[in-house]
């Protein structure tokens, strides 16, 4: 007996040429020996599917409202969109806080009788809300996109060309998508990058503010290099370690 690597279908004729299921072909799917795989062998790679069957219909509603959160429904495959989404949220968010603390600290040292005009707010309003909206219609493409056979599949892919694009726009963040291998990485990267500015903000200690430029550069720098230096054996194998 079989199993289909691609929706984990129990294949019960052992001379089936395609998953009665999903419909891929079945060839690659036996041991060297050039035999069908043993119980064990079809056993761990259901295990790996099972639990995994989603709906569509609920991931596409979830994005429609909530944006990516959408990528907690199916994070086994999405984990690293959904930290990425929620971490550029989140991001946001704390960007506001800090600017809202910063101001009124300001206006705390001078006369009553001095206005607030809000430019700060408006350029923040400016600058957040097109990510926001880029993020929440992101996850809604991204999830209306996918067949439903990709919902019902727990397969787990990988490729060098995404893990390049991410390093390039969003720096330290390209190691979620290859987290299983990079998540000292991606932990450290963001330390350097949050708690440089973050210790800045809260201390005032403006003058250090090139000091944690120059690093977050570096940070960006070396994510962007080493995705490009991979081969891509490794984005094709790092899906399937769990």
Request: hydrophobic fraction near 45%; glycine fraction near 8%.
């Amino acid at each position: 007996m079989r199993i289909c690597k691609g929706c984990g279908n129990r294949i019960i004729e052992e001379t089936a040429k395609y998953c009665g299921k999903c419909g891929i072909p079945l060839n690659n799917q036996q041991n060297e020996n050039n035999k069908p795989g043993t119980d064990i062998e079809v056993e761990e790679i259901h295990n790996k599917n099972v639990g995994w069957n989603k709906s569509k219909n609920i991931a596409v509603l979830i994005a429609i409202f909530l944006g990516p959160f959408t990528w907690l429904y199916t994070h086994r495959k999405d984990a690293w969109k959904a930290s990425l989404g929620l971490g550029i949220t989140v991001s946001l968010i704390i960007i506001w806080i800090i600017t809202n603390i910063s101001r009124v600290r300001y206006l705390a040292t001078k006369p009553p009788e001095v206005m607030y005009e809000g430019y700060e707010i408006i350029a923040l309003i400016i600058f957040t809300l097109p990510v926001f909206f880029g993020i929440w219609l992101w996850a809604v493409i991204d999830t209306i996109s996918k067949n439903r056979d990709w919902f019902n599949s727990g397969s787990l892919r990988r490729n060098k060309q995404t893990a390049v694009f991410l390093a390039i726009f969003v720096g330290p963040w390209t190691w979620l998508y290859t987290y299983n291998s990079d998540a000292w990485k991606f932990w450290l990267g963001i330390a350097i990058g949050y708690g440089s500015f973050l210790s800045i903000a809260i201390t005032e200690v403006t003058y250090l503010m090139p000091i944690a430029i120059i690093e977050s550069l570096m940070v960006w720098l070396f994510a962007i290099i080493e995705s490009a230096s991979r081969n891509n054996e490794f984005y094709e194998t790092i899906g399937s370690r769990h």
